[in-house]
């Protein structure tokens, strides 16, 4: 019998707390506290990013006929979990655990799905209602590189202390209140429009690698969330005059010893990450240097946003050095 049953429970505080952050804003699209158990036989599944989806023929509580769709991660963060397009068999029988979408009817976020064989994938734990990312080997590295910062590095996970809760959001001005309740957290969400949003967003997207290089008289910063390139400008000392404004604005750059400090203006007004909200008068300034018995890559940001903040925003993220290949990311729309 192909079908759907909601299961209920609660889950501790300790565990919501990070969730809320994943997924470009996990708990906003769905409902954590409820898991649904979807039976049915795979009909579709779109191996794609920003997130894969899954597609399952069931019925409803009145035995009609459904479409389920169950949203999964990246193709990119699926792919480091060593899965590929032949993970979900078209025509397959199989029950999935999930949690339900909370504005959408017959949505859910995967859990975990069972397969006739017995085996079993989860992307998000039923339990916890954290996500599995692929687990990350760092690579021995020579310690006499010039530059230490350069190489490709990884936020291996949401819940490993790699991220800081940024501060200063409780500062928000009138002006900033006002733009939030104009913002609506899914369709205003520049993830599902394959955009990068902001530096900010960019270093904390887990399990996606970041490129540094040095290009001449320039740093590229590739990230591999939504193909962002950003250029560091090491050749100059202040911003040039009249620049256009853009998603990720011009960036200048200077080391202080092993360490690179990056001036970033010229933003477009947009989104800082989530639902923090910004204006074309925002600058960042970031840090980034190896901590020497880790080897791990620390980053520290501070925001200016005058107009929807009256004080700074601070955070930071801590990357693994990495040896996975780096791949294209090839966005598509939702």
Not at 150 to 155: A, Q, Y
Not at 261 to 274: C, E, L, M, Y
Request: proline residues 6%; hydrophobic residues 40%; glycine residues 8%.
């Amino acid at each position: 019998m192909h079908k759907f049953v909601p299961l209920f429970f609660s889950l501790a505080l300790v565990s919501l707390l990070p969730v809320a952050s994943a997924h470009h804003g996990f708990a906003s699209h769905y409902d954590p506290n409820t898991v649904i158990r979807i039976e049915g036989t795979v009909k579709q599944f779109d191996f794609i990013n920003p997130h894969g989806f899954l597609y399952i023929d069931s019925v409803d509580e009145a035995g009609e006929a459904v479409v389920f769709r169950c949203d999964l991660m990246a193709k990119t963060q699926l792919i480091r979990r060593g899965a590929d397009e032949s993970l979900f068999p078209i025509g397959d029988s199989i029950v999935v655990e999930g949690f339900p979408a909370r504005r959408e009817p017959n949505v859910c976020e995967f859990g975990t799905g069972y397969f006739a064989d017995g085996s079993s994938f989860t992307m998000r734990s039923p339990e916890s209602a954290k996500t599995q990312f692929a687990e990350i080997e760092t690579p021995i590295v020579s310690a006499d590189t010039d530059i230490p910062i350069l190489g490709t590095w990884i936020r291996a996970s949401l819940y490993d202390g790699s991220g800081t809760r940024p501060t200063g959001m409780d500062s928000i001005t009138e002006a900033g209140e006002a733009a939030v309740a104009e913002f609506d957290p899914i369709a205003d969400d520049p993830v599902v429009h394959c955009k990068g949003a902001s530096p900010v967003r960019n270093w904390g997207a887990p399990g996606l690698a970041t490129s540094i290089k040095q290009e001449g008289d320039t740093i590229i910063i590739h990230h591999e969330s939504m193909d962002v390139t950003r250029t560091v400008h090491m050749n100059l000392t202040e911003h040039p005059a009249d620049l256009p404004h853009s998603e990720m604005g011009h960036s200048i750059g200077r080391f202080e010893d092993d360490t690179l400090i990056i001036d970033t203006a010229a933003f477009d007004s947009g989104v800082i990450v989530r639902s923090a909200l910004r204006t074309d008068q925002m600058t960042m300034v970031e840090r980034l240097s190896v901590q020497p018995e880790s080897g791990d890559l620390q980053i520290s940001w501070v925001v200016h946003e005058p107009v929807y903040y009256s004080e700074p925003i601070t955070g930071g993220q801590l990357l693994k050095r990495t040896d996975q290949e780096f791949g294209a990311y090839e966005c598509n729309p939702e």
